[in-house]
């Protein structure tokens, strides 16, 4: 395991012992009394490596991106141009020992734009399920990273955005997918990291933290917010906060009778993931999974190498056109442990309820977007529990946003969602729904939420 206390220089790691002399005269209390030592050295959010600026986007290559995808109606003109910084910065192990690191990336606004030179709002941003562990969003080119920036970066947002434990430069051993603590840390790491950082860039960053990501990101940056208004609401103040599309419920999620698109996926991910962190889900992985899948499947995810596509041709995991999800559920899982996803007493039952998110209320103004046909993170399971829970709960400022009109508007079939399964139509509607249809049109409602005062 990487220690940093290896990798840092000794002055970072160094201890000052200071002594306070007592002066005037000589009263019964004034003898010298020692100050115990203060650590100076390593902390969480710090900087590991320099901040490194990878290029800068200008306005107009920005607008041109968004043109190119048909985003400029939501996305609107650019204004500012970016710097794309590359970060790597200390953060906790996901047992919480403080040894470990996270990359990710940095977006500043630059420019003469209006609103591109006054110190920026820190947006703090979640990305969603990456099967890749090579990937950082520390690219210019990465999809993601120009999304960020033509939302919110090139309107006058700082972003900072996490590429988590056990990704890119990561020396954590695995990727603790859906495990809500360690996420959160990596993001509040994350915004003490871009704090660091700004200044050295030659930014200002003006205080105001806004919270948001998708799908995964949605589950990561609300764990976030819970644990700042918890314990580090004097260090960070959450201005605002806008979850896309997460998995927030994930007790329900094993519950499901049907099977989600990705599940060949998704719960291999989570399940060797939690048997990382927990220990208790299985005592041999051909316990969960059947064969050929069981056999390396505890280090599949996240991949070397192999994306979705590579891991199906591979063979390492079921799937193809003509698999639909419940066929790929009923070839990679075991049928005892579905049996035991009901079971909330299991291991996997209790991994799923100790990282659900309907059990807490946010001080902070929130808004929930998703889309009603979402078929991977369905917003019936996720989205309006949660919405209940809150209402019950009362006193929560909630803005709920349903994309799904607007998605069927733009990409259905006649403006409506595609009706016959049989279709080429159909499938193309539903696999691109969650991945590329929903985030563009929930990145604008947050976005025009953050504005608001």
Known sequence: MHCFKHALTPAAVAVTLILMAGCG?????DADQPVPPTPVGPVRGDLIDPPQILATLSAQQITQFATSQGLLPLTGAARCDVKVVSLNYLTPTVKGEADSNASGVLLLPAGTGQGCGTPASLLAYARGTELVKTRTLANPQDPETLLLASFYATQGYAVVATDYLGYAKSAHPYHPFLHADSEAATVIDAIRAARHAAPQIGSALSGRVLLNGYSQ???????AQREIEANLSTEIK?????FMAGPYNLTGALQLPQAIAGYQFFMPFVTTAWQKTYGDLYSDASRAFKAPYAEGIDDLLPNPTLNAEGLIKAGKLPGGPSVTPDEARALLIQPAFLQEMQNPRSGVGRAAAANSLLQWKPASRV?????????TVPKAVHMDPLISAWQKAGGVDLLATDVD???QAAFGVDGHAPTDPSSPAFATYYANYHGTYEPPFC???????????
């Open 238 to 242: 959450v201005d605002a906060a806008a």
């Open 217 to 223: 990101g949605g589950h990561a940056a609300m764990a």
């Open 367 to 375: 808004m929930l977007c998703g889309g009603s046909g979402d078929p």
């Open 443 to 453: 990145m604008a409602a947050s976005r025009s939420y953050f504005a608001q005062p």
């Open 25 to 29: 005269g000589g009263g019964d209390g």
């Open 405 to 407: 009109p607007m998605i």
